[in-house]
């Protein structure tokens, strides 16, 4: 336990800014090993390396900070004062529920791709579902400005309720994600020729055309997406839930000129 608890040191800077550091901590420590182990599985085959560098990345980092925090949180009970001990109780509620949605990313994933993803259809308030995922987004952040235009009323949608908000929390998280700080992200709905398209539009750096196809793809990022931190499910994932639906989720979008996705479902007849 000991050797993986943090430092005096480690133990202010974690108080001071929270699970950056803590993850930063541990990335540094296992950086040299983990990077010849990638490099090594890298070579065996492309798709190995996908799934190799999302568990080093997207799951190795939020799981030292967690176990991390624990083990110091277990070993320097006693000297650590009450914030301190709310930081770590922090970083460990953040990363777990960072960890959480990774997973169940990667449970949805192999479950579309084995044919087994299970739907329950029901008769879907699209307007009432919008207006619970933006305020939501409102609530959660101030990284964004969130533009809504959702008309009252929208015809109904036949659909999975919890599988068409995870769709549009989605759309949302990619456009705040790729988003500059303090810019707009607008969402709108409408009713046309028998469908309701949702549009989540952004403006941050967009995706060259050549890209326009593989973002959809399993583990499929784009140049820009580098820098942060993503495993390139979220959009697999959106468009086969759209697909389930007999919709479509397109993009729209050119380098330096933002980018909107569009979401069409069949209204009910
Ligand atoms: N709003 C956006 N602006 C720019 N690029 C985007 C946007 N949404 C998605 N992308 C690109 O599409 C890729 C795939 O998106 P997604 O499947 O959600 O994966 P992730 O967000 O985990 O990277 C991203 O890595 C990024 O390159
Ligand atoms: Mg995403």
Same mark, same amino acid.
């Given at each position: 336990?000991e050797?993986?608890? $943090?430092?005096?040191?480690?133990v202010?800077?974690?108080?001071l800014?929270?699970? =950056?550091?803590?993850a930063?901590?541990q990335?540094?420590?296992?950086?040299?090993?983990?990077?010849?182990?990638?490099?090594?599985?890298?070579?065996?085959?492309?798709?190995?390396?996908? $799934?190799?560098?999302?568990?080093?990345?997207?799951?190795?980092?939020?799981?030292?900070?967690?176990?991390?925090?624990?083990? &110091? !949180?277990?070993?320097?009970?006693?000297?650590?004062?009450?914030?301190?001990?709310?930081? @770590? !109780?922090?970083?460990?509620?953040?990363?777990?529920?960072?960890l959480s949605?990774?997973?169940?990313?990667? %449970?949805d994933?192999s479950?579309?791709?084995?044919?087994?993803f299970?739907y &329950? =259809?029901?008769d879907?308030?699209?307007?009432?579902?919008?207006?619970?995922?933006?305020?939501?987004? &409102?609530?959660?952040?101030?990284?964004?400005? /969130?533009?809504?235009?959702?008309?009252?009323?929208?015809?109904?949608?036949?659909?999975?309720?919890?599988?068409?908000?995870? /769709?549009?929390?989605? !759309? %949302?998280?990619?456009?705040?994600?790729?988003?500059?700080l303090?810019?707009?992200v607008?969402?709108d709905a409408?009713?046309?020729?028998? &469908?309701?398209?949702?549009?989540?539009?952004d @403006?941050?750096? *967009?995706?060259?055309?050549?890209?326009?196809? %593989?973002? =959809?793809e399993? $583990?499929?990022?784009?140049?820009?997406?580098?820098?942060?931190?993503?495993?390139?499910? *979220?959009? =697999?994932?959106?468009?086969? $839930?759209?697909?389930?639906?007999?919709?479509t989720?397109?993009?729209?979008?050119?380098?330096?000129?933002?980018?909107? @996705?569009t979401?069409? /479902?069949?209204?009910?007849?």
């Amino acid at each position: 336990a000991e050797r993986d608890a $943090f430092g005096e040191d480690e133990v202010e800077l974690v108080t001071l800014l929270g699970r =950056f550091v803590a993850a930063a901590v541990q990335n540094i420590r296992t950086y040299e090993a983990e990077r010849a182990t990638v490099e090594e599985l890298r070579r065996l085959s492309a798709l190995r390396a996908d $799934f190799v560098s999302l568990v080093s990345h997207e799951l190795r980092s939020p799981m030292a900070a967690v176990i991390g925090s624990v083990r &110091t !949180l277990q070993t320097r009970w006693p000297e650590l004062r009450p914030e301190q001990r709310d930081a @770590f !109780l922090a970083v460990i509620g953040d990363e777990t529920s960072r960890l959480s949605d990774l997973v169940g990313d990667v %449970l949805d994933t192999s479950r579309i791709e084995a044919g087994t993803f299970g739907y &329950t =259809f029901s008769d879907v308030d699209l307007a009432e579902l919008l207006r619970e995922a933006t305020a939501a987004v &409102t609530l959660g952040q101030d990284a964004v400005r /969130l533009e809504v235009e959702i008309p009252p009323v929208l015809p109904r949608v036949r659909g999975d309720r919890d599988r068409l908000r995870q /769709l549009v929390d989605n !759309l %949302l998280a990619n456009a705040i994600k790729y988003s500059e700080l303090g810019a707009p992200v607008e969402l709108d709905a409408s009713a046309r020729n028998g &469908t309701v398209r949702v549009r989540v539009r952004d @403006f941050g750096p *967009g995706i060259p055309l050549e890209d326009h196809g %593989l973002i =959809f793809e399993k $583990f499929g990022r784009s140049g820009v997406a580098d820098a942060k931190p993503g495993t390139g499910l *979220g959009l =697999f994932i959106s468009r086969s $839930f759209a697909e389930a639906h007999g919709g479509t989720l397109r993009v729209d979008s050119r380098p330096g000129a933002g980018a909107t @996705f569009t979401l069409t /479902l069949p209204a009910e007849p």
